[in-house]
Structure formats: C-alpha cells, structure tokens
Nanobody, 114 residues
Framework: QVMLEESGGGMVQAGGSLKLSCVAS????????MGWYRQGPGKQRELVAT???????NYVDSVKGRFTISRDVSKNTMFLQMSNLKSEDTAVYYC????????WGQGTQVTVSS
C-alpha cells in the first residue's frame, strides 16, 4: 500500500499562483507515470497533467502554458505549479501514482476567486 498526501491548496485570487505537492510513502523512482486530476463543483473528474517515467509531460488544453508538473525523486514528491489561475480552475486536486497499480491522494481544495 502506498499513501499519497497532497498539500498546497488554498484560496487565491484570479491571476495568482499556487504550488501543490504530493508526497508518497515510498520511492517514486520506479513509477510508470504520475499526475494530477481535478474535480470541480458539478463536474466530472478531469486529468490535468501527467508525467511519465521518462520525463514526458502532458497537459489538458485548458492549463497548457499555465501549469507545470514536476517531481523530486529524492523526496518522493511530485508537484503541480499553477500560475495565472482562473476561476474555472477551482476544484479538488488529486495526485496519483502508478506503480503497476494506481494510488490516489485524498485531494486538496483549490479555490480561485474572480
């Protein structure tokens, strides 16, 4: 079992920035892929960003150029740097990690006020 714990969420004004962190209870070095989903109020869960073992990244179109996914293997941590936030980015953000099995965090709330 792998535990993931997100942090860094909060309330910010439109145009502001937040950096989410997700710490894993074990090494992420061998992870096949990792990433972030979000679920806004009344919306379905949406894949926001992914990072493969080889370092390739993918983003949903709505966040391209504004969000950056990264990792620090030495700290078993992945990050989501979010800039130029918009009200439509308001959601609960979940990190996930694939180690043959998908593991999920509990989520962190991001609220962007206009």
């Amino acid at each position: 079992q792998v535990m993931l714990e997100e942090s860094g969420g909060g309330m910010v004004q439109a145009g502001g920035s937040l950096k989410l962190s997700c710490v894993a209870s074990r090494s992420i070095y061998s992870a096949n892929r990792m990433g972030w989903y979000r679920q806004g109020p009344g919306k379905q869960r949406e894949l926001v960003a992914t990072l493969s073992r080889g370092g390739s990244t993918n983003y949903v179109d709505s966040v391209k150029g504004r969000f950056t996914i990264s990792r620090d293997v030495s700290k078993n941590t992945m990050f989501l740097q979010m800039s130029n936030l918009k009200s439509e980015d308001t959601a609960v953000y979940y990190c996930y990690l694939n180690l043959g099995v998908d593991y999920w965090g509990q989520g962190t709330q991001v609220t962007v006020s206009s």
